[in-house]
């Protein structure tokens, strides 16, 4: 048996799932970006009329994502210390690998306590944002 968990305050996903799945002692999120509840702009993505994209700032997008994951955490009555493992995709690699890690060890500063960490590159994500995350944490 599993229970869905909503969030009230990370950002709407952009498809028909839940933010996050309790199956026994574990908390799966579903792929989390770095949107705004109720706001169609990405913090960090600067759009033309079009919808070209036409600035990026990682930093912004990064913790904008985290942001959004300690909201869902907070909704299933989890905390930053149940992350137990982390995928990380990135749609520019080069670029932003070393500015993950940075921010990484910033919002994980107990080396005893940082969850795994898996990072892989891909072509695009399903909006134009450069950085999504799947978490999978301990339910309390």
């Given at each position: 048996?599993?229970?869905?968990?909503?969030?009230?305050?990370?950002?709407?996903?952009?498809?028909?799932?839940?933010?996050?799945?309790?199956?026994?002692?574990?908390?799966?999120?579903?792929?989390?970006?770095?949107?705004?509840r109720g706001m169609t702009a990405i913090p960090g993505v600067a759009q033309d009329p079009?919808?070209?994209?036409i600035a990026r700032d990682f930093d912004v997008q990064a913790r904008a994502v985290f942001a959004n994951v300690r909201a869902v955490l907070d909704a299933a009555g989890a905390s930053w210390d149940d992350i137990v493992d982390v995928t990380c995709f990135l749609t520019h690699m080069p670029e932003a690998f070393a500015a993950l890690t940075r921010i990484w060890a910033d919002q994980f500063p107990?080396?005893?306590?940082?969850?795994?960490?898996?990072?892989v590159e891909v072509t695009r994500l399903p909006t134009?944002?450069?950085?999504?995350?799947?978490?999978?944490?301990?339910a309390p």
């Amino acid at each position: 048996m599993s229970d869905i968990v909503i969030s009230s305050r990370a950002a709407e996903p952009v498809g028909p799932y839940p933010h996050a799945r309790r199956v026994g002692d574990l908390l799966f999120l579903s792929g989390i970006g770095p949107r705004e509840r109720g706001m169609t702009a990405i913090p960090g993505v600067a759009q033309d009329p079009t919808g070209a994209v036409i600035a990026r700032d990682f930093d912004v997008q990064a913790r904008a994502v985290f942001a959004n994951v300690r909201a869902v955490l907070d909704a299933a009555g989890a905390s930053w210390d149940d992350i137990v493992d982390v995928t990380c995709f990135l749609t520019h690699m080069p670029e932003a690998f070393a500015a993950l890690t940075r921010i990484w060890a910033d919002q994980f500063p107990d080396e005893a306590t940082r969850p795994c960490r898996t990072t892989v590159e891909v072509t695009r994500l399903p909006t134009p944002i450069d950085i999504e995350l799947k978490v999978i944490a301990r339910a309390p």
